[in-house]
């Protein structure tokens, strides 16, 4: 696979992106629990029928997630490409990294619990 400093075009940045998308999809397990989550999430947003602020806090909480996973998968990339042996360091690189995507989804966890709980306990528990 070659690779280019610069995206010659702005249909190749997608393409990059789009790529690297699918990679995090194909190669990290977690991606398709967050996968399923957010999946799960939007429709428990539409069965609802969440605000415009619901949503957004829904969606800040949501990319919060996978931005980590991207990162932290981009993070473990760098990491093997520059210390291809096991190295004390690089494991740490690696688990911080990991430490990141378990933090940022216990916060996505807690606020759909904040959003979306009135709206369960009100289907599972009518006044």
Do not use: C
């Amino acid at each position: 696979m070659s690779y280019q400093r610069r995206a010659r075009s702005r249909l190749a940045s997608f393409r990059y992106a789009f790529s690297g998308w699918w990679y995090v999809l194909r190669t990290q397990r977690n991606a398709w629990i967050h996968t399923a989550a957010s999946l799960g999430v939007m429709a428990a947003g539409v069965h609802f029928r969440l605000d415009r602020l619901e949503w957004a806090i829904m969606l800040l909480a949501m990319a919060l997630v996978w931005l980590a996973e991207f990162f932290n998968t981009a993070l473990e990339a760098v990491v093997d490409l520059a210390s291809p042996q096991l190295h004390p360091l690089a494991r740490v690189g690696k688990d911080v990294g990991a430490a990141a995507v378990l933090i940022a989804a216990g916060a996505a966890a807690l606020i759909g619990i904040m959003v979306l709980g009135p709206y369960m306990v009100a289907l599972l528990w009518p006044a």
